[in-house]
């Protein structure tokens, strides 16, 4: 091969490891130009079977056909230029033309037909398998809708042996549980599936095609978080790969059908020439497909009218991107019709279009752009059509009486059907309307004050003073709205209607609910004193400690009346605070735990959610975090039925962060993923929600799905915000996802991630995590092959850990450079033994220095002990060639027994190390082992590497190698 036809080989390979598209073909048509004008046969079919892979891997696979009958007529005129692998590769891609055919609408189906059988006839006469032709015919028979040619050629597929013309079996294994999915058995299919999700068979395009078949599948069979996390997964691994339309448009269905609209529509944003790239019609129709389905879903949601990324000719609305997509599939599906002479394609394009969703919502722990739903509220159960308005009184009554989060709504509903008929209600209705109008949340406090003073004079013009003092009492309280306490006059009411329910509890004129409610008002207003009173609460603490403990005193007799429990129980959740706020966290534990038991012993609940949510927040403080679970989940538990969006964010949040504490990630990360829908939903909690994700994010890594939560940490890092969210939430997020990009074998991604947050650390008063993110930057950018910029990040690094006098740390980044500078070379040697050797010298210092004891001494002696490891294997790797038996004192010998020095000052510092450092002095004894038996000394080489057996036979690395050196050293 001349010198040219090289490079143009090698301009090939190099082309291959490009990014799939356009600009990759491009590239490959201008080299085979090159390789036309060059007259070498071999270098030419080298060059039509790249153009194959490029056109097959791509939007423009119709291009692949003109190559490929060259390279047939070349095989028929020459073929002694087929070398095996030539040859291979030229039947390989038979399966890729005669299958491929069928996504081109304008090639007939007699056409693919014939290519089919003169695939079938080539393979016979060079002896492959059917295998692979019987896997080409179940694609077309399943293309045109024939299913039972389908089932006798996959029966034929999977008898025939597998041989190297086979697909792949991870591919294989795609096509086997597709076609078990669309005859219904979706078990089936994911059990097939199984070796390529876990990850035992993978190839070029496996699990990602996988991935996507699996989604709906596991949606079917009610898997929501197993498809949930194959889509987290899989689009991240399809995103940048043009070829995968096909795949994009199975996570574009997902979306659609789960509830996912705003998500599936980010997607289509991100290729908006998947509209346009017309080479490979059957993945055009799958786009199209799920183009349709997704914005006919929104506009049936009334979003018809929002802007979308459409074909990028025009701007588009949803409603008219959806028109235009089901037009165009429809013509496009069509067009394989009359080909096939069947309705096959247009069927599955209809019914793919048409679909239901199979969740109304899937969270998903990404950002969500639709619209808010409604909030996870139990509506009032509604009143029975025509009910009268007596009904709809003792209903509502029912629902007061214990104190149902339903009886407002029952109450307006009253009044709402006495006005239609023109009923005139009695004072008391007409009280219990107006007491109820004052609880709802959108009427403000002078209007509620007004509303509960109206009451009260309904309640004594019909001789109920009882009702009517409690009625006063609230509207005291209500009067308070400005944050700055009670007034003289509502404290004074107050006061005044605890003396005069006294006096009629005790004369039987009022009940002891009515009591209750007083003395619980007037606790109320004492406790609005505290929050007023922050400087100084002393004073206004103890006023409402006496207000509360009065009413858990006087009213303990009358708990059988759920009313007046679940007031006692409000009492002492005041009493709990008034005991953390003064630091008595296990007397507040105690009181929290004697409220929440108290509303449920009442019959009510669903007002436990808070006294639960602070039992477990003093329980956590109390280092007692399995209890603080324990409360976090009953107060969830209680207020799933009643608790808006906000507040059941929160809860999630609180559930998350005792469950991570206890090291249980999974359903951690369940409540936090739950906790980002709920903030979601709430609509506009951006702090709240960016947190969860950010938790959620963690808590996926710390499991080891590194693909999802990369790709949750990835959508939440826009996000977060210095001002909302903190520089440390930000910096987190960033090393969680260096992290993640490191597990996938990113390294250079993952540097970048790290530096960025380094820089924001850079100006924080510890300078702890800037130097640990510089360092991480600097070992990423290193397994990256990036030289000098590893040696940036560590000499950075180690400039922090200096300043932070971590002697350790700062000799860990002096021998990483020193490696560097060998690799780079730019230096040479020379610089890498300086680097060493200052290595070395600021161990030394350190240890002088004395001051370092127990852990911190041992960190130091074994950095100094390795130091000498490497600073011999180093020195061993600058040598050229080995030292000559007979040469005792030439250079190359010198360098030998001064690497052996080394070596065996490091077993002696690993020796004085004790058993922690045993290890890595069997590792510095079988260096010393690699350098003795290159000096001639055999025996000392056996001796060490028979010592290294005897104490490490369990230590399969060491004793490897140790069986190598023997092996070695007698060879």
């Given at each position: 091969m001349t010198s040219g036809s090289h490079a143009l080989w090698q301009a090939l390979r190099e082309n291959y490891a490009e990014p799939e598209g356009p600009a990759r073909n491009a590239r490959a048509e201008r080299i085979f130009a090159e390789i036309e004008q060059s007259g070498e046969t071999g270098l030419l079919i080298d060059g039509l079977n790249h153009l194959?892979?490029?056109?097959?891997?791509?939007?423009?696979?119709?291009?692949?056909?003109?190559?490929?009958?060259?390279?047939?007529?070349?095989?028929?005129?020459?073929?002694?230029?087929?070398?095996?692998?030539?040859?291979?590769?030229?039947?390989?891609?038979?399966?890729?033309?005669s299958s491929g055919m069928i996504d081109q609408p304008h090639i007939p189906l007699a056409s693919i037909e014939r290519w089919q059988d003169e695939m079938a006839r080539r393979y016979r006469l060079a002896g492959h398998s059917e295998r692979a032709v019987r896997q080409?015919?179940?694609?077309?028979?399943?293309?045109?809708?024939?299913?039972?040619?389908?089932?006798?050629?996959?029966?034929?597929?999977?008898?025939?042996?597998?041989?190297?013309?086979?697909?792949?079996?991870?591919?294989?294994?795609?096509?086997?549980?597709?076609?078990?999915?669309?005859?219904?058995?979706?078990?089936?299919?994911?059990?097939?599936?199984?070796?390529?999700?876990?990850?035992?068979?993978?190839?070029?395009?496996?699990?990602?095609?996988?991935?996507?078949?699996?989604?709906?599948?596991?949606?079917?069979?009610?898997?929501?978080?197993?498809?949930?996390a194959h889509h987290l997964r899989g689009y991240?691994?399809?995103?940048?790969?043009?070829?995968?339309?096909?795949?994009?448009?199975?996570?574009?269905?997902?979306?659609?059908?789960?509830?996912?609209?705003?998500?599936?529509?980010?997607?289509?944003?991100?290729?908006?020439?998947?509209?346009?790239?017309?080479?490979?019609?059957?993945?055009?129709?799958?786009?199209?497909?799920?183009?349709?389905?997704?914005?006919g879903r929104l506009t049936a949601l009334g979003h018809g009218e929002h802007a979308v990324t459409g074909p990028p000719d025009r701007s588009w609305t949803v409603r008219e991107l959806a028109g235009h997509a089901r037009a165009e599939a429809l013509a496009l599906a069509g067009r394989f019709d009359l080909r096939n002479g069947t309705t096959a394609v247009s069927d599955r394009i209809r019914e793919r279009m048409d679909r239901a969703p199979l969740l109304e919502r899937l969270p998903l722990g990404l950002s969500a752009g639709r619209p808010a739903t409604a909030a996870a509220v139990t509506p009032a159960p509604a009143p029975p059509a025509g009910a009268a308005v007596g009904e709809l009184i003792a209903a509502a009554r029912e629902l007061s009486e214990a104190q149902r989060p339903g009886a407002l709504a029952a109450w307006a509903a009253v009044s709402a059907a006495a006005g239609r008929e023109g009923?005139?209600?009695?004072?008391?209705?007409?009280?219990?309307?107006?007491?109820?109008r004052a609880m709802e949340q959108r009427v403000d406090s002078a209007e509620a004050a007004r509303l509960f003073d109206t009451a009260a004079g309904l309640h004594e013009s019909a001789g109920d003073p009882g009702r009517a003092l409690a009625a006063r009492a609230r509207a005291a309280y209500a009067r308070i709205d400005d944050g700055s306490g009670p007034g003289v006059e509502e404290a004074a009411a107050a006061d005044s209607a605890r003396s005069e329910i006294l006096v009629l509890l005790a004369e039987g004129r009022a009940r002891p609910r009515e009591a209750a409610r007083v003395l619980l008002s007037r606790c109320r207003i004492r406790q609005a004193g505290v929050v007023a009173a922050a400087g100084e609460p002393e004073a206004a603490m103890a006023a409402l400690e006496e207000a509360a403990a009065e009413l858990t005193a006087r009213m303990e007799p009358h708990l059988a009346d759920g009313a007046v429990g679940a007031a006692v129980a409000e009492a002492l959740g005041l009493l709990g605070n008034i005991s953390a706020f003064r630091g008595r966290d296990g007397e507040a534990a105690e009181l929290y735990a004697r409220a929440a038991a108290g509303y449920e012993a009442a019959g009510r609940p669903w007002f436990s959610v808070e006294v639960h949510s602070q039992l477990a927040a003093v329980r956590g403080r109390l280092g007692d975090p399995a209890a603080a679970v324990r409360a976090a989940r009953a107060a969830l538990e209680h207020a799933r039925a009643h608790t808006g969006a906000g507040g059941l964010c929160g809860l999630h949040l609180q559930l998350m962060e005792y469950l991570a504490e206890t090291g249980e990630h999974a359903e951690a990360a369940e409540h936090a993923l739950q906790a980002s829908h709920w903030a979601d939903e709430a609509g506009g909690n951006t702090a709240?929600?960016?947190?969860?994700?950010?938790?959620?994010?963690?808590?996926?890594?710390?499991?080891?799905?590194?693909?999802?939560?990369?790709t949750v940490l990835e959508t939440v890092l826009p996000e977060l915000t210095a001002d909302e969210h903190g520089e440390g939430m930000i910096v987190q997020t960033l090393w969680w996802l260096g992290d993640c990009l490191t597990a996938l074998d990113s390294p250079r991604t993952a540097a970048e991630h790290w530096l960025r947050a380094a820089d924001i650390a850079r100006g924080w008063p510890d300078q702890r995590d800037h130097a640990m993110l510089a360092n991480l930057a600097g070992e990423a950018l290193y397994r990256a092959e990036l030289n000098p910029e590893a040696e940036s990040a560590f000499r950075r690094a180690g400039e922090l850990w200096r300043g932070l006098g971590d002697g350790p740390a700062l000799v860990r980044t002096l021998r990483v450079r020193a490696w560097l500078a060998l690799r780079e070379g730019r230096e040479g040697p020379a610089a890498a033994r300086e680097l060493m050797r200052a290595a070395e010298?600021?161990?030394?210092?350190a240890l002088r220095a004395g001051a370092p004891s127990g852990e911190a001494l041992g960190r130091l002696r074994a950095e100094l002990a390795d130091t000498h490891r490497q600073t011999g294997e180093l020195i061993a790797n600058t040598v050229e060639g080995r030292p000559d038996p007979g040469d005792t004192d030439g250079p190359v010998r010198a360098a030998y027994d001064e690497a052996l020095a080394y070596t065996e000052r490091a077993v002696a510092g690993f020796t004085a190390l004790g058993p922690a450092g045993a290890r890595d002095r069997a590792r510095a004894e079988l260096l010393a082992g690699w350098l003795a038996a290159d000096l001639a000394d055999p025996a000392g080489a056996e001796a060490r590497a028979r010592g290294v057996l005897a104490g490490f036979a369990s230590d399969e690395a060491l004793r490897t190698e140790a069986e190598a050196l023997l092996r070695y050293a007698r060879g």
């Open positions: 194959m892979q490029v056109y097959n891997y791509s939007s423009e696979t119709d291009k692949m056909f003109v190559p490929f009958a060259r390279l047939l007529r070349l095989w028929e005129e020459r073929p002694g230029e087929f070398d095996s692998r030539r040859a291979h590769s030229l039947f390989w891609m038979f399966k890729w033309v080409g015919e179940l694609r077309i028979a399943r293309h045109i809708g024939d299913m039972e040619r389908a089932a006798r050629a996959y029966a034929a597929w999977q008898a025939a042996e597998r041989d190297d013309k086979s697909d792949c079996r991870a591919c294989e294994l795609h096509t086997q549980g597709a076609w078990l999915a669309r005859r219904g058995d979706d078990a089936g299919a994911l059990e097939s599936w199984r070796p390529v999700l876990t990850g035992e068979l993978t190839c070029a395009h496996e699990p990602h095609e996988v991935l996507a078949a699996s989604l709906l599948p596991l949606l079917r069979l009610g898997r929501a978080g197993d498809a949930r991240r691994l399809v995103r940048p790969m043009e070829s995968m339309r096909g795949a994009v448009a199975r996570h574009v269905e997902f979306c659609a059908l789960t509830g996912n609209e705003a998500r599936g529509l980010e997607i289509l944003a991100e290729r908006p020439a998947y509209f346009t790239d017309t080479g490979e019609p059957g993945s055009l129709l799958d786009h199209l497909a799920v183009t349709a389905l997704l914005t009923t005139d209600l009695d004072p008391l209705v007409r009280a219990e309307i107006a007491e109820h709240h929600g960016g947190y969860a994700r950010h938790r959620l994010g963690g808590l996926l890594l710390a499991q080891g799905r590194a693909d999802e939560a990369a010298e600021e161990a030394e210092r």
